[in-house]
């Protein structure tokens, strides 16, 4: 490693994070990835975020449309 070498790594920036990115995970969906995808992003379950899902369609609101809108706005991972 020579001092005028502009791919070494500098010991005073650090890398930068990967970024997090709002999209559906095709790996692990069940039907669309919206649920999958807002796991991964908020770093949680999966399973949970179903779970969620399906109870919050017993009570009244656009819960569903709101994931068909989901499925046709977020890109695929």
């Not at 709002?22 to 991964?40: E, K, L």
């Not at 009244?60 to 449309?65: I, K, N, T, V």
Request: with cysteine; hydrophobic share 45%; net charge positive.
């Amino acid at each position: 490693m020579t001092e005028n070498d502009p791919f070494a790594p500098n010991p005073y920036f650090p890398p930068a994070p990967p970024q997090k990115r709002f999209a559906r995970d095709v790996q692990n969906n069940w039907i669309g990835g919206v649920c999958a995808g807002i796991a991964r992003y908020f770093g949680i379950d999966a399973t949970l975020v179903r779970v969620l899902f399906v109870v919050s369609c017993l009570l009244p609101g656009p819960q569903f449309l709101l994931y068909l809108l989901l499925w046709l706005v977020m890109p695929k991972d």
